[in-house]
């Protein structure tokens, strides 16, 4: 769908995320010939800076997140020259003079504000849109996630911004379902008629979803230290996966049919009481050790870290989801920083068969096993039990694979560039409504409140491994292991 011409301003234009992921997703699409040819993209940021300054610091901050393909001769020139820097306080309306200046006013362009800041002041911003007129009926505005810090602040903000957009106006985005393999979750589910009769308590036995990254803190410090791993991935990428998992076959693919969906998922989440916490839910912080042989610092250790923190690098859980399709079956969660691979992937795991017709006794069959992986590659593997060659009947485990890269030679688009056109086309389905969001923060709650009273920090675990022993002895509990295998070499 060819795109209307538009004004995106983006507000926290000098941020790390703005750097790294953002300005690298526009100029990806503008290389795509998705942008028509006057569209604009209007930068604002504090820093008293003028344009040439602004795209020096592109050139030094953003340019390095750049995919290769985006580098020919002239592409990144061209995106620049979209570009207008605007320097003002995003909480300050009397400083919006340059704003109301840089905007069009022809109503047949599409206005969209993306609020790529600390979620505290999304307020203000909005409420300095609307003091200049800038939210006209037809803008759209987009909310970078974690939003609150906790259920009250996020309804405030949610309150604030909706005297502002009305619900069909706000994008609440979550990057994790812009991924390929996410989407690939939905056709697998909904496009084939295998797994439908078998996605339930019947025949599943438990749900991991990992997404552990090898990274730690680094110059997010600031932001991370009030946040920790349960705001800052489990309320929001972690919760999205599960309900994308567990949700009911929506009724279309439209915007509120799958939202519907994936609430009432997040509605029948089994509420924690303390007793649960203590026993289902484990957090950590990383201390010093080594990541793929190299040395790293420990969190407390790391620049700008204060040296007593009790944030949370780490967290396991396991849920459970108080319906007729999973009443019974765990979904484990984990999700954490400085661990030995980076990894994000969903274990969905069937239950071992009933009894063996084989010489093998039930137990020495591995349950079949579906593995989803979003990064580092993107594929599915189903694990099935088939007969080694050869003489007599042995049974041993073996994989059928789908790798995405290599089944399909179409060029890949990073998660912020396919939300973006989303957002471009006003196509919201990948986006969080406000019930859901505050459904997932509702459920997360108790955990925020148990930590704040309990005594005692998180546990600590050693740079470069899966995270605390007690993350094991959560799923071990149950008789079970993370699955944990070593990636191939590239
Ligand atoms: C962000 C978190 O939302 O997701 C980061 O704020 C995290 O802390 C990042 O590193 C992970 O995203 P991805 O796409 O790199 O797995």
Redesign the pocket.
């Known amino acids: 769908m060819t795109l209307t011409d538009f004004d995106l301003v983006l507000f926290g234009s000098t941020g790390d995320l703005a750097m790294r992921k953002l300005i690298p997703a526009m100029l990806a699409r503008d290389t795509a010939k998705d942008f028509p040819a006057t569209a604009r993209i209007i930068c604002v940021g504090r820093n008293n800076w003028s344009q040439e300054e602004f795209i020096r610091t592109l050139n030094l901050h953003a340019k390095p997140h750049i995919k290769v393909t985006c580098l020919a001769a002239g592409t990144w020139e061209k995106f620049c020259a979209r570009i207008q820097y605007v320097a003002l306080d995003a909480t300050d309306a009397t400083t919006y003079g340059p704003l109301i200046a840089a905007l069009r006013t022809d109503p047949a362009i599409s206005r969209v504000f993306y609020l790529a800041t600390p979620s505290q002041i999304f307020s203000k911003i909005c409420q300095n849109l609307a003091s200049h007129n800038l939210a006209t009926a037809h803008s759209r505005v987009v909310l970078e ?1 974690p939003l609150g810090n906790d259920l009250q602040s996020a309804k405030h903000i949610n309150n604030k911004v909706s005297q502002v957009f009305s619900e069909s106006q706000i994008y609440r985005i979550d ?1 994790y379902l812009g991924k390929e393999t996410v989407q690939n979750l939905l056709a697998l589910r909904f496009g084939n008629v295998l797994f439908e009769p078998l996605w339930r308590r019947e025949w599943i036995s438990d749900v991991q979803i990992t ?1 552990a ?1 090898q ?1 730690g803190v680094g110059s997010r410090m600031e932001y991370y230290d009030n946040s920790g791993a349960l705001r ?2 489990l309320q929001n ?1 972690l919760l999205q996966l599960l309900c994308i998992v567990a949700m009911e076959p929506p009724v279309s693919i439209e915007p509120d049919a799958v939202r519907d969906a994936k609430l009432q998922v997040l509605q029948s989440l089994k509420r924690y009481t303390p007793t649960m916490l203590a026993k289902n839910v484990v957090r950590g912080q990383y201390r010093a050790g080594h990541i793929e042989g190299v040395p790293v610092p420990g969190y407390r250790d790391e620049e700008n870290a204060p040296n007593d923190s009790t944030t949370e690098t780490f967290v396991a859980l396991k849920a459970e989801i108080n319906n007729w399709r999973w009443a019974g079956v765990p979904f484990y969660l984990r999700t954490g920083k400085r661990m030995t691979q980076s990894l ?1 992937e969903i274990v969905v795991r069937f239950k071992n068969i009933p009894h063996s017709i084989f010489a093998q006794s039930t137990n020495s069959f591995q349950p079949n096993c579906l593995v989803i992986r979003l ?1 580092p590659d993107e594929g599915l593997r189903m694990h099935l039990m088939a007969k080694t060659p050869g003489d007599g009947m042995r049974l041993k485990p073996t994989e059928l694979e789908l790798d995405f890269r290599a089944s399909f030679k179409t060029p890949r688009m990073e ?1 912020y560039e396919r939300l973006l056109l989303d957002v471009l086309r006003g196509q919201l389905t990948l986006f969080m409504r406000r019930d859901e969001l505050e459904a997932a923060w509702e459920w997360v709650e108790p955990i925020l409140e148990y930590w704040e009273q309990e005594d005692s920090d998180p546990i600590p675990y050693t740079a470069g491994t899966w995270g605390p022993a007690a993350a094991s002895a959560l799923v071990g509990r149950d008789g079970l292991q993370w699955r944990e295998e070593a990636l191939p070499e590239d």
Request: glycine share 0%; proline share 0%; charged share 25%.
């Open positions: 996630k990057h997404i990254e990274l800052d991935m990428h994000a990064q998660a």
